[in-house]
């Protein structure tokens, strides 16, 4: 990565690693690299509320069907959303377009899959794309034209630009040249293959600012108006609701605005339980095992054809994979991860060696003898287990 960033530290969850890496500047940053949590509706819930890793590794879905990665496209964030833990961290600008483009390689690095059908890979994690599109869409250029995966031939990306699309950006482009650059790039450069995510989180608009944490974003009417102006071909742009208690998410007022199955579909998202999310008050109307609610308003969207997609991350996750949270917590030398993760402050350092000779680490598997994840950088065919087992389990 020719030292523009360095590695700080590595994280383990049953579905996949969180890298927190270091820029030149100093400033850390996260990029990850996870697994989807495949499930039936009859395990659903003991699968998302399980503790235990090796039950979520048997419903992993396989790399090369589908990878999910992420990197920082700022270093923070210069809004301050009410669910968010990048929120309170300081905001020192954007990430260069080589720094973004070092993540991805780090993470092909790091990770020895050669192949997937379908490496999705979010360009927002840290930070806002839109105030960074010119470095953004830059990275993503280099990444679909093969530039960045020189020795992992086949992947086959699909990129994912995030945005609340702010009204107007630090560098003074309107939300609305936002928004038509993203399509007119996504058509033109991806050949439709780019998964275009607008966060809406509810339909009464001056909620969303409040959620926003007071940020001017653009009015979902307006993006309806602009993206049903545009050929949209492959990914349908994607209408993201986190589902909140006591916040309004109205199927007829989005139909009423023009929402139109060609070009939209929606994804309704439970609450992970940030510290900001809590500090904030906002409650999920779902979790691990009621998701009741979220059907119903599923139903509703499909009643007027408009398609539906769930995204939830699994029990044992939730403290560490939603963004910001280990940036904060990396201050601790933290090298080696007990699976039973519930808050970020449970990661601990054992105290009694292990030093059995496992085999080659991937992703997500744990040295059998004492159930800890070992934390590497290298690829390496046979290494010690050098986790330490603590002499009881408090
Ligand atoms: S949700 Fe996105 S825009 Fe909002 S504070 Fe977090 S990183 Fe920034």
């Given at each position: 990565?020719?030292?523009?960033?360095?590695?700080?530290?590595?994280?383990y969850?049953?579905?996949?690693?969180?890298?927190?890496?270091?820029?030149?500047?100093?400033?850390?940053?996260?990029?990850?690299?996870?697994?989807?949590?495949?499930?039936?509706?009859?395990l659903?819930?003991?699968?998302?509320?399980?503790?235990?890793?090796?039950?979520?590794?048997?419903?992993?879905?396989?790399?090369?069907?589908?990878?999910l990665?992420?990197?920082?496209t700022?270093?923070?964030?210069?809004?301050?959303?009410?669910?968010?833990?990048?929120?309170?961290?300081?905001?020192?600008?954007?990430?260069?377009?080589?720094?973004?483009?070092?993540?991805i390689?780090?993470?092909?690095?790091?990770?020895?899959?050669?192949?997937?059908?379908k490496?999705?890979?979010?360009?927002?994690?840290?930070?806002?794309?839109?105030?960074n599109?010119?470095?953004?869409?830059?990275?993503?250029?280099?990444?679909?034209?093969?530039?960045?995966?020189?020795?992992?031939?086949?992947?086959k990306?699909?990129?994912?630009?995030?945005?609340?699309?702010?009204?107007?950006?630090?560098?003074?482009?309107?939300?609305?040249?936002?928004?038509?650059?993203?399509?007119?790039?996504?058509?033109?450069?991806?050949?439709?293959?780019?998964?275009?995510?607008?966060?809406?989180?509810?339909?009464?608009?001056?909620?969303?600012?409040?959620?926003?944490?007071?940020?001017?974003?653009?009015?979902?009417?307006?993006?309806?108006?602009?993206?049903?102006?545009?050929?949209?071909?492959?990914?349908?742009?994607?209408?993201?609701?986190?589902v909140?208690?006591?916040?309004?998410?109205?199927?007829?007022?989005?139909?009423?605005?023009?929402?139109?199955?060609?070009?939209?579909?929606?994804?309704?998202?439970?609450?992970?339980?940030?510290?900001?999310?809590?500090?904030?008050?906002?409650?999920?109307?779902?979790?691990?095992?009621?998701?009741?609610?979220?059907?119903?308003?599923?139903?509703?969207?499909?009643?007027?054809?408009?398609?539906?997609?769930?995204?939830?991350?699994?029990?044992?996750?939730?403290?560490?994979l939603?963004?910001?949270?280990?940036?904060?917590a990396?201050?601790?030398?933290?090298?080696?991860?007990?699976?039973?993760?519930?808050?970020?402050?449970?990661?601990?350092?054992?105290?009694?060696?292990?030093?059995?000779?496992?085999?080659?680490?991937?992703?997500?598997?744990?040295?059998?003898?004492?159930?800890?994840?070992?934390?590497?950088?290298?690829?390496?065919?046979?290494?010690?287990?050098?986790?330490?087992?603590?002499?009881?389990?408090?």
């Amino acid at each position: 990565m020719r030292n523009r960033l360095s590695f700080q530290n590595v994280y383990y969850l049953p579905s996949g690693r969180i890298f927190v890496l270091k820029t030149k500047g100093g400033y850390t940053i996260e990029c990850t690299e996870m697994r989807d949590v495949l499930v039936g509706s009859k395990l659903h819930a003991k699968v998302r509320t399980s503790q235990d890793p090796k039950l979520i590794w048997k419903h992993l879905a396989p790399y090369k069907d589908k990878w999910l990665l992420t990197v920082s496209t700022q270093k923070g964030c210069p809004h301050n959303c009410q669910m968010c833990d990048v929120a309170p961290l300081p905001f020192k600008g954007n990430l260069s377009q080589e720094e973004i483009e070092d993540q991805i390689r780090y993470l092909l690095y790091a990770t020895p899959y050669a192949q997937s059908n379908k490496a999705k890979i979010g360009f927002a994690r840290m930070g806002e794309p839109a105030h960074n599109i010119a470095n953004v869409l830059g990275a993503i250029l280099s990444l679909v034209s093969g530039s960045l995966d020189e020795n992992t031939t086949g992947q086959k990306w699909l990129p994912c630009f995030n945005s609340i699309l702010p009204r107007q950006t630090i560098q003074g482009l309107s939300g609305q040249d936002v928004l038509k650059r993203v399509l007119k790039f996504k058509e033109v450069q991806c050949n439709g293959r780019l998964h275009f995510q607008i966060s809406c989180n509810s339909t009464d608009e001056e909620k969303r600012k409040e959620l926003f944490g007071g940020a001017d974003v653009l009015t979902i009417k307006k993006i309806i108006d602009i993206v049903n102006q545009y050929d949209i071909t492959d990914r349908t742009v994607t209408l993201n609701f986190i589902v909140m208690k006591g916040v309004e998410v109205d199927v007829k007022k989005l139909m009423d605005f023009g929402l139109n199955p060609d070009k939209f579909m929606v994804k309704l998202i439970p609450l992970n339980e940030t510290d900001n999310a809590k500090a904030n008050n906002l409650e999920t109307v779902a979790n691990y095992n009621n998701y009741d609610d979220l059907k119903a308003l599923a139903d509703k969207f499909k009643a007027n054809g408009i398609p539906v997609v769930f995204d939830a991350i699994a029990k044992c996750e939730e403290a560490g994979l939603c963004c910001g949270q280990l940036v904060s917590a990396n201050q601790k030398p933290v090298q080696h991860i007990k699976y039973e993760i519930k808050k970020v402050n449970a990661f601990r350092l054992p105290d009694t060696e292990c030093k059995k000779q496992i085999g080659y680490m991937v992703g997500t598997e744990i040295c059998e003898q004492c159930e800890y994840f070992v934390a590497h950088n290298e690829q390496k065919r046979i290494i010690t287990c050098s986790a330490v087992t603590p002499n009881n389990d408090d």
